[in-house]
């Protein structure tokens, strides 16, 4: 009966009576399997949480000077239509080159310059005369860019086409009341897909004149 008890005592005093006891004074170990009720959570559970996706998250508004990432549709060619834009400056009352490129009456021009950096790995082509820029009123009225040539500077060609890795700078022409007050700048990647309701949410951008 004397050895009975001091085996007994010896079992107790290793942990032989409780199998869970001896895991909580070891770390656990991949591929081995746990008993019942024992935590097999790993100490370290960062891994498991979802990244992010940074391209989620890109701002579609911002002021004069700020740029903006914008995507297009890739149209009949393969790959991401990617572009770095700033409004680089506006002018208010701007002054036509030639007497065709005068505002009608009852109408001022106003002007908007743009950098345009093609950062995907296809070309942005834009063969409607950069009409996918807009300026907008107080009112939320917005205004189509035209064909035209300012005393600021160079505007964009008809057909606009950026390569990737280059960038082109010009300026976008507008006819608007001559009393609005504008407030605010547009540009849309697509402004054939904006008729049919089709375009890209992440290819307009706006920027405040506030």
Same mark, same amino acid.
Request: with cysteine; charged share 20%; glycine share 12%.
């Given at each position: 009966?004397?050895?009975?008890?001091?085996?007994?005592? !010896?079992?107790?005093?290793?942990?032989?009576?409780?199998?869970?006891?001896?895991?909580?004074?070891?770390?656990?170990?991949?591929?081995?399997?746990?008993?019942?009720?024992?935590?097999?959570?790993?100490?370290?559970?960062?891994?498991?949480?979802?990244? !992010?996706?940074?391209?989620?998250?890109?701002?579609?508004?911002?002021?004069?000077?700020? !740029?903006?990432?914008?995507?297009?549709?890739?149209?009949?060619?393969?790959?991401?239509?990617?572009?770095?834009?700033?409004?680089?400056?506006?002018?208010?009352?701007?002054?036509?080159?030639?007497?065709?490129?005068?505002?009608?009456?009852?109408?001022?021009?106003?002007?908007?310059?743009?950098?345009?950096?093609?950062?995907?790995?296809?070309?942005?082509?834009?063969?409607?005369?950069?009409?996918?820029?807009?300026?907008?009123?107080?009112?939320?009225?917005?205004?189509?860019?035209?064909?035209?040539?300012? !005393?600021?500077?160079?505007?964009?060609?008809?057909?606009?086409?950026?390569?990737?890795?280059?960038?082109?700078?010009?300026?976008?022409?507008?006819?608007?009341?001559?009393?609005?007050?504008?407030?605010?700048?547009?540009?849309?990647?697509?402004?054939?897909?904006?008729?049919?309701?089709?375009?890209?949410?992440?290819?307009?951008?706006?920027?405040?004149?506030?």
């Amino acid at each position: 009966m004397a050895a009975a008890i001091v085996l007994a005592a !010896t079992l107790t005093a290793c942990g032989g009576s409780d199998g869970n006891s001896a895991d909580s004074d070891h770390p656990k170990m991949p591929g081995i399997s746990f008993p019942p009720g024992v935590d097999q959570t790993p100490d370290d559970a960062s891994s498991d949480t979802p990244v !992010t996706d940074p391209t989620t998250t890109r701002p579609t508004s911002g002021k004069i000077g700020d !740029t903006l990432v914008l995507e297009g549709s890739p149209g009949t060619t393969a790959g991401t239509v990617l572009v770095d834009i700033t409004l680089d400056t506006y002018e208010d009352h701007a002054q036509p080159t030639l007497d065709v490129f005068a505002a009608a009456t009852g109408k001022r021009l106003v002007a908007a310059q743009f950098t345009i950096a093609s950062k995907g790995d296809t070309a942005y082509v834009d063969s409607t005369g950069v009409l996918g820029a807009k300026v907008v009123d107080d009112q939320g009225q917005a205004y189509r860019a035209k064909p035209g040539q300012v !005393t600021s500077g160079s505007s964009f060609p008809l057909i606009l086409s950026v390569q990737p890795g280059q960038k082109a700078t010009g300026w976008v022409v507008f006819d608007v009341p001559q009393d609005a007050k504008i407030t605010g700048v547009q540009y849309s990647m697509d402004p054939i897909g904006d008729s049919f309701g089709d375009s890209k949410p992440e290819g307009h951008g706006r920027w405040s004149l506030n």
